[in-house]
C-alpha cells in the first residue's frame, strides 16, 4: 500500500483532470512528459526546444505532442484573452468556449485547432504544383456535403511530392473542415494518436493524389483490421497505387479490398509451392499473382506445374521467368496440367523435327558443288607423308654466303 508523501505539496501546479482521466490510457509517456512540462511552466514562454531540453524527448517528437494536445483542447496558439474576445463575440456562453453557436456539441477535438495569423500568412496558397484551398463540409463519417459539391474534389497531379513542412499542415487543419475531419477520423480508426509525419501522408493523399476523405479512412480501417497494423507506409504506398488507377470511390475500393484479401489468401499455398519463407508478398508479387488467378484465371496446380517447368532452367525462383511460362501457356489456350503435358510433348517433337531438318540440310550442303570441303572441289584429299615432307623441305629458302670485295 502506498500512501502520497504531505511533503509533495509543498510545490505543485495545476493539471486538468482530462488529462489524467482519459490521456493516461491512450497517449505515450513522451507525449505526457511534454504537457506536463508545459503546465509546469505555464507561467513563462517556452519553445519546443525548451521542452525537448527539459524533457529529453527529441524536438520533432515534441512537435507532434504539441500538435495532439492542441487537437485535445489543452493548448491553443492564440493567447488567452484573444479566445475568450473571440468567443464573447461569436456569442458563445462563458461555460462552453468552444461549443457552437447553435449549442452542438458533438464536433470532433481536431475542430478545436487555431492557429495565429502570422503563422499562416508565411505560407504558400499552392504546395507541389496542386491547389490547397479546398474548404467544404465532411460530416463524422467521411462523407462530403452537398454544398460547394464541385470543389470537394482535389486535384491529382503526378508529381512526387515530400513531406509536408509543419507550418503547411497547420494551415490545412485551420482552413479545411476536410482535413481536421480526416485527421480526426483517421486517429480513431487506427486507434492511435498521429504525428506530423502521418499527417503528411494522409495530406499528400488528398490534396496531391486526389483521393477523398471518404477512401482514405476506408485505407487507414483496412490497415488497422487486416493485420497490417495501421502501418502508414502501407496505407501511403497503396493510396498511391489507386490514385494512378483511379480507384477513387467506396464501391471501388471495396472490389480492390477483395482482390487484396484473395491476393493474401493465395500467399500461403503458392509459398508452399515455390519455397518462398516470406510472410506477405511485395507489391510487384501481388501484381504478377492477380494476373495469374485473376486474369488467366489459372489455379494452384498450374502454378505448380510452370515453377517446375522453370526449375527446368534455372535454381533460383523468378517471377518473372514464371510470368513468362505462365503468359505462352494462356496464349496457347493451355489450362490444365494434362494440356500442359501435351504442351511439351508436341514441344519436344518439334524440337526433334528442327534438328533433323538442320541436320539433314547440312548434308545436303556438303554434296553440293563449290561447297567449302575439299571434296566439292573435285581433287581428292592426300595423305602420303614422304610427298607432305618433300614440299616442305622444298619451300625452304637457300641462304647465299656474302662474298669478300
Not at 46 to 65: Q, Y
Not at 206 to 228: M, N, Q, R, T
Not at 274 to 287: F, M
Request: hydrophobic content about 35%; overall charge negative; aromatic content about 8%.
Amino acid at each position: 500500500m502506498y500512501y502520497i508523501s504531505p511533503n509533495s505539496f509543498a510545490g505543485v501546479f495545476a493539471v486538468p483532470s482530462a488529462l489524467a482521466d482519459t490521456a493516461l490510457k491512450t497517449v505515450s509517456g513522451s507525449f505526457l512528459k511534454v504537457i506536463l512540462c508545459i503546465f509546469r511552466r505555464c507561467y513563462e514562454p517556452i519553445t519546443p526546444e525548451e521542452i525537448s531540453k527539459h524533457t529529453g524527448v527529441p524536438v520533432g517528437e515534441v512537435g507532434d505532442a504539441l500538435i495532439y494536445w492542441t487537437q485535445k483542447g489543452l493548448l491553443s496558439e492564440k493567447a488567452p484573452v484573444e479566445e475568450v474576445s473571440n468567443a464573447v463575440s461569436n456569442g458563445l456562453p462563458d461555460e462552453n468556449p468552444t461549443g457552437d453557436t447553435d449549442g452542438n456539441q458533438n464536433r470532433s477535438a481536431a475542430d478545436d485547432i487555431s492557429f495565429t495569423e502570422e503563422n499562416a500568412e508565411n505560407i504558400p496558397e499552392k504546395t507541389g504544383g496542386a491547389s490547397v484551398s479546398v474548404n467544404t463540409g465532411v460530416s463524422a463519417d467521411g462523407s462530403e456535403g452537398t454544398a460547394a459539391k464541385a470543389d470537394t474534389k482535389p486535384r491529382k497531379t503526378t508529381a512526387m511530392p515530400g513531406r509536408l513542412s509543419y507550418e503547411i499542415i497547420c494551415k490545412r487543419i485551420n482552413e479545411s473542415e476536410n482535413v481536421r475531419t480526416l485527421f480526426s477520423q483517421a486517429q480513431t480508426r487506427l486507434g492511435r494518436t498521429i504525428g506530423t509525419g502521418d499527417q503528411s501522408s494522409l495530406l499528400l493523399l488528398h490534396d496531391y493524389f486526389g483521393l477523398p476523405v471518404e477512401v482514405i479512412l476506408a485505407l487507414c480501417e483496412y490497415a488497422s483490421v487486416s493485420g497490417k497494423g495501421g502501418n502508414m507506409n502501407y496505407i501511403y504506398t497503396l493510396g498511391v497505387d489507386w490514385s494512378k488507377r483511379e480507384i477513387d470511390t467506396l464501391e471501388e475500393a471495396d472490389e480492390e479490398f477483395k482482390r487484396i484479401q484473395a491476393i493474401d489468401k493465395n500467399w500461403a499455398p503458392f509459398c508452399k509451392i515455390t519455397g518462398i519463407k516470406k510472410k506477405k508478398p511485395t507489391a510487384k508479387q501481388s501484381e504478377f499473382l492477380s494476373v495469374w488467378i485473376d486474369r488467366f484465371h489459372f489455379t494452384m496446380e498450374m502454378l505448380s506445374c510452370a515453377y517446375d517447368e522453370m526449375s527446368k532452367h534455372t535454381d533460383e525462383m523468378s517471377f518473372p521467368y514464371m510470368n513468362k511460362i505462365l503468359t505462352q501457356w494462356y496464349n496457347a489456350g493451355v489450362d490444365t496440367p494434362e494440356k500442359v503435358r501435351l504442351h511439351e510433348e508436341e514441344f519436344t517433337e518439334n524440337m526433334v523435327k528442327a534438328a533433323a531438318e538442320r541436320a539433314k540440310k547440312k548434308k545436303d550442303a556438303a554434296k553440293t558443288p563449290g561447297g567449302n570441303n575439299s571434296a566439292s572441289s573435285g581433287t581428292p584429299a592426300s595423305y602420303d607423308i614422304e610427298k607432305a615432307q618433300q614440299k616442305a623441305k622444298a619451300s625452304v629458302p637457300t641462304l647465299k654466303k656474302k662474298e669478300k670485295r
